[in-house]
């Protein structure tokens, strides 16, 4: 009995020690994980090593300007005219980040909210960034995704944008905010930075959807990318619309482009909350980053 | 040597325990579509099922209750002919059936998230609530479906008869129906029925005119994705998987208290 007693206590010893380095492990991971994550993140992000400095703000020697005519001629209506018209080309605020890793094709942002993130876009894998970081080591959080069917150049209708729903609120752990509808009246807006340009997109609609079977013969927000005609368009956009948890208010018309985010939620099975966003007036243009 | 024996049952031990708990990710195996088949078994005086295409007496049989747990997406389910039992009911109102057969003299009451196909056979009885793709019904067959229908063929594969004998009911829409016989005297080809208006009786409609069409509606313009038949895990569309995967903090927390429990335990009975 006691040779019995104390081989059981024997392992249960053993399995205490066991369970409490298998938490311990995991718990570190995740701390390295998410702190490693915020790092590159932090690195990468101009916004925050600036304080006060906001991308629209940044001028460089490089800024492009066509020639001030002499001031001993004098200028023409003409000439005056075609100076105000010619665009005003910024150095790119993300050029270290684009040039740091070619697979990053934008940077999204969600002015006050924790989305300020690289977006990926690996065609050839799909999937190649969703556990790894931004410098291709394995890490949970994963990077954000461009969809590889939508496209920035040439740009397609809708650019459907997917990230990890993390319970620490990285990634597109606070999508899900958006459920309140006070949130979104705080946070209307989304910033894509692209090598060209600053897009700049107001919400128009916040639904609850999910990943269908290849029969089901239902709308599909992840199949919609390109509107070739009103039709076309009219179908994602009314069914954004009834799907949509409270009116926006926003409209849009055949020709607009969206953005659409997207994360996993768990009210179905495959389920997703997404968030569709139409462009509005367009950002500052920028440099080439590659020559 | 004793010694080492108590090492390797303590390892085994560890091994058990520990095993369903190793790695991040709990996988879980795809199983394809499977085929059920359901009889009445006099010796129980119950329905029972076999994981079968056919009804095999030398093979055990479960509870029907087992089968409405153990039945998925894709699945099949045929119900064996039996005209002495009460009619056979099975209750899946979450899982989309593949195909449902009732056998010719089989009495059925399905209720499921939807069917792909029914087959009604030769004089069977059938009550089906659920959407249903394509209908198929035998002669003779007496069949109620109280949701939508997209297609609807009323079949007489007698040689020598020349028109249908089934008595259906169908309360919600049937988009397509299409009634024949082999010599073809008699059929049926109507559009569009409006919900609940579609009766036929010993194989007459009597559903009244301007509640169907008698021409085929004009082609969609952009028909559906093609339905590739799939199983297992690429049922579904190719979509980001952007779930956190969960750690198995639970579970191991509940080993770690369980460990310290026993041991308090023990020291307590020294």
């Given at each position: ?291 | ?135 198929h019904v035998y002669d003779y067959s007496i069949v109620n479906m109280n949701n939508n229908v997209e297609y609807l ?118």
């Open positions: 009995m006691r040779e019995r007693r104390r081989i059981l206590s024997g392992v249960l010893s053993l399995l205490i020690l066991v369970c409490l380095v298998a938490l311990g492990y995991w718990l570190w991971q995740d701390f390295s994980q998410n702190r490693q994550n915020a790092m590159i993140v932090e690195a990468l992000d101009i916004t925050s090593s600036e304080p006060g400095t906001s991308p629209s703000q940044t001028e460089s020697p490089d800024i492009t300007q066509p020639e001030e005519p002499s001031s001993e001629v004098p200028s023409t209506e003409a000439e005056e005219a075609a100076t105000q018209e010619t665009p005003l080309l910024l150095t790119n605020p993300y050029e270290s980040a684009f040039l740091a890793n070619p697979d990053m094709k934008a940077w999204i942002q969600i002015p006050d909210t924790k989305i300020d993130y690289p977006v990926m876009w690996t065609p050839k894998d799909e999937n190649y960034y969703l556990y790894k970081d931004f410098e291709g080591k394995e890490n949970k959080n994963g990077c954000l995704i461009l969809d590889t069917d939508s496209c920035l150049d040439p740009l397609t209708t809708n650019l459907i944008i997917h990230g990890h729903n993390m319970k620490s609120g990285a990634m597109f752990g606070d999508l899900t905010d958006y459920e309140d509808e006070d949130y979104y009246q705080k946070h209307p807006r989304i910033i894509l930075y692209t090598e060209q340009c600053q897009r700049n997109y107001e919400i128009i609609a916040v639904f609850r959807s999910q990943v269908y079977k290849k029969t089901d013969t239902v709308f599909k927000f992840y199949k919609f990318f390109q509107a070739d005609t009103q039709e076309e368009f009219d179908d994602f956009y009314n069914n954004i619309k009834k799907l949509s948890l409270y009116d926006t208010g926003v409209t849009a018309s055949f020709g607009d482009r969206f953005i659409t985010l997207s994360t996993c939620v768990y009210h179905v099975t495959n389920g997703r909350f997404v968030v569709v966003a139409k462009e509005v007036e367009p950002g500052d243009s920028y440099l080439p980053v590659r020559e | 040597m004793r010694k080492l024996k108590r090492l390797v049952s303590i390892m085994a031990i560890m091994a058990v325990v520990l095993a369903p708990f190793c790695g991040s990710k709990i996988t879980a195996l795809a199983d394809g579509p499977t085929t059920f088949t359901v009889k009445y078994v006099d010796d129980t005086s119950k329905w029972r099922y076999q994981p079968l295409a056919s009804w095999d007496d030398t093979k055990g049989h479960g509870y029907i209750s087992e089968l409405e747990h153990l039945i998925k997406d894709g699945d099949s389910l045929i119900i064996e002919t039996d005209t002495t039992a009460n009619i056979c009911k099975i209750n899946i109102p979450n899982v989309r059936l593949a195909n449902l057969t009732v056998l010719s003299g089989g009495s059925a009451n399905v209720t499921a998230k939807g069917f792909d196909e029914f087959y009604a056979l030769q004089g069977c009885t059938a009550v089906v609530n659920g959407d249903v793709k394509n209908a063929e009323v079949v007489n594969a007698v040689n020598d008869e020349m028109r249908v004998h089934a008595t259906i009911g169908v309360l919600g829409t049937v988009d397509h129906f299409y009634a024949h016989a082999l010599k073809n005297i008699h059929s049926y080809h109507l559009y569009n029925f409006k919900e609940n208006t579609f009766r036929m009786n010993l194989g007459w409609v009597s559903t009244p005119e301007g509640n169907y069409s008698t021409t085929a509606p004009a082609a969609p313009a952009t028909p559906a994705a093609p339905a590739k038949p799939s199983t297992g895990s690429s049922d579904y569309d190719d979509v980001p998987k952007t779930g956190e995967v969960p750690m198995p903090y639970i579970p191991v927390a509940c080993v770690l208290v369980l460990c310290l429990a026993g041991k308090a335990a023990l020291r307590k009975t020294r």
